[in-house]
Structure formats: C-alpha cells, structure tokens
C-alpha cells in the first residue's frame, strides 16, 4: 500500500468514527430537547456558534491568504479550502436554532415587547420576519463565497494560467468586507440579541478576533498531524510552522485587545445601561471563567508563542493551538451563555451534548472533504517552484 493509500484509509475511518461520535450527540440532544428545550436550545446555540466560527474563520484565513499570499497558505491552502466546504452543512444544522428562537429570545414575545418600550423602539429591526431574512442573506454571501473561492481552486487544479488566480483575489478582496459585514450583524442578531437592552460597537469585531484565531489554531493543529505523511511532508518545513506561530500570536494580541478595549469603554463609562453585562459575567462564579480567559486564552499563549523554538517545532506548536481552541469554546459560553439569565455559573449535559455532536459531525464533514481532493494545489506555479528549490 503506498504513502497516499495510507493516508486516505486512515482518514477514512477517522471520517467513520467522528460520524458515529457526532451522531451519538445528536441523539442525546434530541433526548434533551424532549426533557427540557429552554436548555437544549441554549446549549446548541452555543455549540452552533463556535463550530460556525470555526467555518469562518477558515474562510476569512483562505481569502487573507489569496490577496497577501506567502509560503505559508501554499502548504495549508487544502487543509483550509476543506472548512470552508462544512459550510453546507452548518446551513442544515441551523435549521433546529430556528425553533428555538421564542426560547431563546425575549423580543420574539409579543407580551414582553409591549411591555418594554426599549423593545418596541428596537422592534423594526428585531422581529422574526427580519431576522430570517438576514440569516438568509448571511449564508447566501458565505456560501457564494465558498463556492467562488472553491471552484477558482478546481479550475486552477485542471489547467494552468493566470485566470483562475486572478478571480479567486478579486473574490477574495469582496469577501473578506462581505465577511467582515454579515458576520458582525449575525454576531449581534444571534448573540448580542440575547440580551436586547445591551449593545457594543466592537463586539462583531470581537466575535471575528475570535473565529481567525481558532480557525488558525485549527489549521496549525491538522497542519501538525499531517506533516510526516505525504504528500505534506515534502512541503512543510519549520519556516511554514514558525509562519502559522506569528499568525496565532498576531491574533492572540488582537483578540485580547478588542476584548480589554470593550472592557475599559464600558467600565470607564460605569453607566449602567452597558455595565451590566460585564456585572453579570463578574458574579455568582462567572468571573472565574474571565480569570481563565485571561490567562489561558491570552497571557500563556502569548508567552508561549514568543518562543522561536515552539514555533517551529510543529508538536509543540500544536499543544498552544490545542490550548488556544479549547479557551475558544470558553470564550464563546462565557460570552453566551450568561445571557441565557443563569443566575449562577452552570454548565448543562445538553451544552456538551451538542459541542459533541455538532463537532463530531462538523470533523467528519471536514475529513471527507479533505480526502475528496489532493492535498497540495495542482498546477500552482508557488508550489512547484518551492518543491523544485529543494
């Protein structure tokens, strides 16, 4: 059996068995919803998003690839173009959020909107109809996008030239605004709402910060467990893992700024129409969650990640970017899940049920995706320059 049949039969059954893991899930959260919605709802809204994040993040990552180009995107180009295809799916998986949207969220009620004037002054924009619009349009640029950028790759994959390279950069310089722009007001429509009387104007920015970093982290992660096979190894060098290094601790820097930058606005401000976001994430245990957040989502990493040493040793590199997307998923419950009004820091079976089984079926959508096709470009000219330099 050679190097490439290896690697396909070994994604193969990882495929089999993240399927299996990830429907498993998905069966106990049906179980969940029949028990008990209101949570059941909650916790795949938080599974949702971060798996979601995970999509994007890729995405944005391919498309600053595609216009500032560099060794680094040539190598992890395929690995980043298979998240990108999950998008599909995560269309499917949003459709059960759909029926949640009363339980979820307050404005949904007509009894609580003509009760709040707040509510009724906010009521032109969130209201079911609108809502569902907006999500439509959010997965029509995504998938539009996705679909551009893939098949630019297929057509660069069957013949050589400059076409296929120059529509995927102009699709790329479109998308990562379109990008920017839908998925700050999702963040707002699907998160921020949860707490309507609230608002921030960097919090979309914040979510983003949050989806380039875990999408870099992911892609240095898989990067790492494909390097010693083929056909990857012939690519990735130390330089390639040293590259994805800077990028995780540009985004770390980034990420912690936003979130310190919202942080000091709004507590300098002590006004209490804002603070009390922050009040609720501070009390009855939530606080310890921020602690962790700072610490391992930030100052460990950020450490860590100014060791040249760490950054081209793709093992070790990997255990940071291991690090980093585990704090992501905290990052996204300490941020959500408050707004669900839990009086005290909890942590439900349903919220790990649906990580479990979005994730397990989001991976398994990834692997088939990334055996569908040769895991390095074909007939990219940067690829076979660098092979040809050795």
Not at 271 to 280: A, S
Not at 286 to 314: E, N
Not at 365 to 385: F, G, N
Request: proline share 4%.
């Amino acid at each position: 059996m050679n190097g490439d049949s290896v690697w396909r039969a070994q994604f193969e059954r990882t495929e089999r068995l993240t399927w299996m893991i990830g429907l498993v899930g998905l069966a106990a959260c049906a179980v969940g919803a029949m028990r008990n919605p209101d949570r059941f709802f909650e916790g795949y809204l938080l599974a949702y998003l971060f798996w979601l994040g995970l999509s994007l993040g890729c995405l944005a990552i391919l498309m600053i690839h595609h216009l500032a180009g560099g060794r680094w995107g040539f190598a992890v180009r395929r690995l980043l173009e298979a998240a990108t295809r999950t998008m599909p799916l995560m269309l499917v998986l949003f459709i059960p959020y759909l029926f949640g949207l009363r339980s979820l969220y307050i404005w949904t009620r007509p009894e609580a909107v003509a009760a709040d004037p707040l509510l009724q002054h906010k009521q032109p924009y969130l209201n079911v109809p609108f809502f569902l619009i907006r999500a439509g349009v959010y997965f029509v640029v995504w998938l539009g996008l996705v679909a551009l950028l893939n098949r630019a790759a297929d057509r660069q994959d069957r013949s050589p030239g400059p076409a296929a390279t120059n529509q995927v950069r102009l699709a790329s310089s479109l998308g990562i605004v379109a990008y920017g722009l839908t998925m700050s007001f999702a963040a707002i429509d699907w998160a921020m709402s949860l707490e309507p009387h609230w608002f921030s104007t960097v919090y979309g920015v914040l979510i983003l910060a949050g989806q380039v970093l875990c999408g870099f982290a992911f892609v240095t992660v898989v990067a790492a467990l494909l390097a010693g096979r083929e056909p990857l190894s012939r690519v990735l060098e130390p330089l390639h893992f040293h590259d994805l290094g800077n990028f995780l601790l540009t985004f770390v820097i980034f990420w912690a700024y936003i979130a310190f930058s919202q942080f000091l606005i709004i507590w300098s401000g002590n006004l209490t129409d804002e603070n009390f976001w922050y009040l609720r994430r501070f009390e009855h245990g939530w606080g310890w969650i921020g602690v962790a957040l700072v610490v391992f989502h930030f100052f460990v990493p950020f450490f860590l990640l100014l060791s040249r040493d760490i950054k081209r040793r793709s093992p070790w590199l990997a255990k940071v970017a291991w690090l980093i997307l585990v704090m992501g998923v905290v990052d996204v419950f300490w941020i959500v899940a408050p707004g669900f009004h839990r009086t005290q820091l909890a942590v439900h079976w349903t919220d790990g049920a649906a990580l479990v089984g979005i994730g397990g079926v989001w991976v398994g959508m990834y692997v088939r995706q990334l055996r569908s096709k040769s895991l390095l470009p074909v007939h990219d000219a940067r690829i076979e320059e660098e092979l040809e330099s050795r």
